[in-house]
């Protein structure tokens, strides 16, 4: 038997419209998965079950914003209803938002926590009970380098993937005895929308001051696709993960194992 194989398992992917969400559910589609995903509204969704279906794969979309309750626990017995379980959920949906601490709304800082912290809670929460009747489960949260380290600007996001990387081992600690396994997965820096601002070509043609930095951080010299994510990703996802628990598997090219180029 294929311990890599996801045939028979239906997956959700959140905020999985386009870029890493996208990449992740395609993967897991291509393994066998029945792939269901949500976004922030009908136009990105329907634009998503398009770009799934050149890719091949029938996807369910459904519109739900991650932050509200109500609404992920509707989608989830919808789910239930539809497909009868939820076997592997990934909590991708996310947004950053750059500013300087000492500038920071509250608001915002709540906002970003919300989206990138509660909401994995909320959704998890909601499939957690469909898990531990059937006695198995897969939660892979996204997590990220600002799980390890902070860096400029990114104070309310370093806090909710710090925290999302805590969460993550509470909730292998709390289920492990239903046989959930819940995971992390921790992308380096992946060229997506989110990080765009931070590769845009400078008005001279050169390159943007940080993507240099990252290259300069990276052993790989080069940033992440939302490709390279896949293969963890449908390991997590597999049996092949079944005594994997409570781990944050970082895919990033060697970040967080490298000071950084040495000068020459
Ligand atoms: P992205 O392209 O901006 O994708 C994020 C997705 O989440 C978008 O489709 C977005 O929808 C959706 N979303 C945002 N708020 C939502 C909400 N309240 N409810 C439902 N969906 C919502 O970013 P990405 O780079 O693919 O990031 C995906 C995940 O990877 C995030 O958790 C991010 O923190 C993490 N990550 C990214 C990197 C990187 O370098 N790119 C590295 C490490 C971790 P809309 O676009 O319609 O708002
Ligand atoms: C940033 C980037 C990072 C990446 C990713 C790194 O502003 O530093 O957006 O946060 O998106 O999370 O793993
Ligand atoms: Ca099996």
Redesign the pocket.
């Known amino acids: 038997m294929n311990k890599f194989s996801l045939e028979g398992k239906v997956a959700l992917v959140?905020?999985a419209?386009?870029?890493?969400?996208f990449a992740l559910a395609k993967g897991l589609g291509d393994a066998g998965a029945q792939v269901i995903f949500?976004?922030?509204?009908q136009e990105?969704v329907d634009k998503g079950i398009e770009e799934y279906k050149k890719k091949g794969i029938e996807a369910k979309g459904y519109v739900?914003?991650?932050?509200n309750e109500e609404k992920v626990i509707e989608m989830i017995s919808s789910i239930e209803k539809e497909f009868g379980k939820v076997d592997i959920l990934i909590n991708?949906?996310?947004?950053?938002k750059r500013v300087p601490m000492h500038e920071m709304a509250s608001d915002d800082f709540r906002k970003v926590i919300d989206?990138?912290l509660t909401?994995p809670f909320i959704v998890s929460k909601a499939v957690l009970p469909g898990m531990m009747n059937r006695r198995s489960g897969k939660i892979i949260n996204?997590c990220?380098?600002m799980s390890e380290l902070g860096r400029e600007t990114v104070s309310a996001y370093a806090a909710a993937k710090g925290g999302l990387k805590m969460l993550t081992r509470n909730i292998a600690s709390e289920y492990g005895e239903y046989n959930i396994q819940c995971n992390g997965i921790g992308?380096?820096?992946?060229a997506?929308?989110?990080?765009n601002p931070l590769r845009e070509k400078q008005a001279d043609g050169s390159r943007h001051p940080f993507d240099q930095f990252i290259l300069s951080k990276t052993p790989a010299e080069r940033w992440g696709e939302a490709e390279d994510l896949v293969g963890p990703a449908v390991f997590l996802a597999s049996e092949a993960s079944d005594f994997v628990n409570g781990h944050v598997l970082y895919v990033d090219g060697g970040i967080l194992a490298y000071l950084g180029k040495q000068p020459k």
């Open positions: 959140t905020g419209s386009s870029g890493i969400g949500n976004d922030i509204n990105v739900c914003d991650v932050t991708n949906a996310g947004i950053i989206v990138d909401a996204v990220s380098m992308p380096g820096y992946i997506t929308p989110m990080t």
